[in-house]
């Protein structure tokens, strides 16, 4: 099992026609993804790797029954695209774009308010359930269809913990980068809902961070509310405060967002926080056991 | 991006925020004729830096003559100013703002930022002004109010009297009036201008009972500077270290620490992880430098050009993950660059992800000297062994 996309996930391409859509969606064909549309306004008739594009995503909803998309336009373009989705009522919505203004951000948020899509990003690598579908950026090669869900505010980071499950015998059900910015559309306590309920997901990898408050917050859920192991890692402990490294959202002000405050509240709630990105591998294996 | 206090306060000036009358001088003899040009004694000597702190650092003085204003001017430009939020050898001033006095009866905090859990604007406001808000805030949590701000509405009325009618004792009419047209207008400039920030503090309510933004500090969201095409200009490199700006030049990701091992990451959060790895293998990480998560050959270039400037430099320790990118590519790079540039220090190279054996292959097989480390773990070891020996 898996959750939120799989292999019947009909994904279309925002910005296909643009050298990363183009790219990337190659790769995720290459990996079995059912790229069944791409979207570019006035590029209608063209096909991209095979793949049709539209004008309009209520165009690709209604010709290829689409029901996820993958986000490329840049970032000035990005919360239209994100609002354009949602509005015809696709179910997953990955935004890959980075840069996109905060305040475009919260007006996305508030239109999302109380529509039934999921947003995962901006600012991410997207999302992956190993064997079936990845709808992003990930190298596909590097996943094993297993039992671990990871979810991850990182993109290399990610590759790197994913490296080592692998490596340690231990697959992956889905796995989620949520995405490095401010504001994000989805965060920890969201996805760890979702593997709460499937079935096949027997324990979570947290990967978090430097600011904001995500990490405490889903310490403080798994403690009341999530039964399956959690294992962590905070990047971020030798960062100085007031720098934004990297990641719009990694960054200490004003006292907050420190890695330290959130190690503690990771390990206060029972989860095994990981100190060294070296053993990530080998403590999910001490602390789950092989399959 | 950080704006200067006199940037901050031309612009609420143009929203209609009242902001004390002041000139920006770069000498003390510039510094006394304004003062004889503004209302006064007394008058206020404020350092232009892109730090906070500045009051307990002197770089705010207060004076009583114009030729005090020049002198005092001339001795903030003088020598480097250090407060708790600059570096030990403190920065230098360019700038000096002259400032008439005025006669504070109080003094409150007003700020806008976006909450990011909320994923909203929210108004912040307090009573007890002047002061470092975090530590009120920690210490009097009662004494700070907010009102978050649903973007659709905008910042309405009832959100300013809710407020305003929490202070006590409760001003006059005139001061509330003043105080809730304020609060609308920096709802408005935050808006307008893509802000991260907007904060008074202190907001002073002076003794005949005007609402005056006594400081001003705006952050403008970095990611939408592209938009904000009036604010490009107001950016001022001189206020980055040396080689933070050179980075920002070559596109790189780079933060200037204070450790002596240089790192090269492709990825924010594998280059924070790869940081704190150098960290607890017993030294400290000169930098933060984030090459791209499918670093080009050209940034790999680039970003080991920068650490090598940097003089305090031990060691250096290479860390890419490639994805889509492969690792034969990025050797390649890394051999590239050390070709380009004299490298004197040990180099420690670990690489993972596609195409690693022939990533792996290259860097062994060329004359250059390096140290490849086969896993994370391997690569602290080094790390360890270059800075203790």
């Not at chain 1, 697959?171 to 979702?194: E, M, N, P, V, Y």
């Not at chain 2, 090269?264 to 959060?269: D, E, H, I, L, Q």
């Not at chain 2, 050390?338 to 990533?359: F, S, Y």
């Amino acid at each position: 099992m898996s959750i939120l996309v799989d292999e019947k996930t009909r994904v279309v391409v925002q910005g296909i026609t643009g050298r990363e859509g183009t790219f990337h969606t190659k790769q995720m064909l290459a990996y079995g993804t059912v790229v069944a549309a791409g979207v570019t306004p006035g590029k209608k008739d063209q096909k991209v790797e095979g793949v049709p594009v539209f004008n309009t995503i209520h165009e690709a909803v209604r010709n290829e029954g689409v029901n996820a998309s993958c986000i490329f336009v840049p970032p000035l373009f990005a919360a239209d695209a994100i609002m354009e989705g949602a509005s015809e009522g696709l179910g997953v919505i990955v935004c890959i774009t980075e840069g996109i203004p905060a305040l475009d951000m919260v007006k996305v948020a508030g239109f999302l308010e109380g529509r039934e899509c999921v947003l995962i990003g901006p600012n991410c690598p997207g999302i992956i359930s190993p064997g079936k579908t990845k709808v992003g950026i990930m190298p596909g090669h590097i996943h094993k269809p297993g039992r671990i869900g990871v979810i991850s505010r990182s993109g290399t980071l990610t590759y790197e913990v994913v490296d080592q499950l692998t490596k340690a015998g231990l697959g992956q059900s889905t796995c989620i980068g949520i995405g490095g910015d401010a504001i994000i559309g989805t965060t920890f306590i969201d996805h760890l809902k979702r593997f709460k309920e499937d079935q096949e997901t027997r324990g979570v990898v947290l990967i978090g961070e430097i600011g904001g408050s995500a990490e405490e917050a889903a310490a403080e859920y798994v403690q009341r509310d999530f039964e399956k192991p959690v294992i962590a890692f905070i990047a971020g402990q030798t960062a100085p405060p007031d720098k934004r490294m990297g990641h719009a959202g990694a960054i200490v002000s004003g006292g907050k967002g420190k890695a330290e405050d959130k190690i503690r509240a990771l390990k206060a709630a029972g989860i095994a926080v990981v100190p060294h990105l070296g053993r990530v591998g080998e403590t999910v294996l001490e602390v789950m056991g092989h399959e | 991006m950080k704006l200067h206090e006199y940037q901050a306060k031309e612009i609420f000036r143009k929203f209609g925020i009242p902001v004390p009358e002041g000139r920006v001088v770069t000498s003390g003899d510039e510094a006394l004729k304004a003062a004889g040009e503004l209302n006064g004694p007394p008058w206020v000597v404020k350092a232009q830096i892109h730090a906070g702190g500045r009051g307990k650092g002197g770089g705010v003085k207060i004076v009583r003559t114009p030729q005090e204003a020049g002198s005092a001017a001339k001795a903030i430009l003088e020598k480097p100013l250090i407060t708790k939020q600059t570096a030990p050898e403190g920065r230098k001033v360019h700038q000096v703002l002259i400032e008439e006095g005025v006669e504070i009866d109080r003094e409150l905090y007003l700020a806008v930022v976006i909450d990011r859990a909320m994923a909203r604007p929210v108004m912040i406001f307090s009573q007890a002004g002047g002061m470092d808000i975090e530590e009120v805030a920690a210490r009097s949590p009662e004494l700070v109010r907010k009102q978050f701000v649903n973007p659709e509405a905008g910042w309405m009325p009832y959100q300013a009297r809710s407020l305003v009618y929490g202070l006590d004792p409760l001003p006059g009419p005139e001061t509330l009036k003043a105080l809730m047209s304020l609060m609308a207008l920096l709802y408005k400039a935050f808006i307008t201008l893509d802000c991260s920030l907007a904060e008074i503090n202190p907001l002073v309510i002076t003794k005949d009972g005007k609402a005056l933004a006594v400081d001003a500090k705006i952050n403008i969201d970095d990611n939408a500077l592209i938009r904000q095409k009036e604010m490009q200009p107001l950016d001022d490199p001189r206020e980055r270290d040396p080689l933070d700006a050179k980075a920002k030049e070559y596109n790189l990701n780079y933060i200037r620490l204070n450790g002596n091992i240089g790192a090269m990451v492709n990825g924010a959060g594998l280059a924070m992880a790869t940081m704190d790895v150098i960290k607890l293998a017993g030294a400290e990480p000169a930098n933060f430098l984030d090459v791209g998560g499918g670093a080009s050959e050209e940034m790999v270039t680039r970003g080991l050009q920068i650490i090598l400037e940097d003089q305090n430099v031990k060691a250096i320790l290479i860390n890419i993950f490639g994805g889509i990118m492969r690792c034969d590519v990025l050797a390649r790079g890394v051999l590239a660059a050390a070709e380009k540039t004299d490298i004197k220090v040990p180099l420690i190279v670990r690489l993972e992800g596609t195409n690693v054996e022939e990533g792996r292959k290259i860097l062994e097989g060329s004359n250059l000297q390096f140290m490849v480390a086969r896993s994370m773990a391997e690569a602290a070891e080094m790390v360890t062994k270059q800075v203790s020996a």
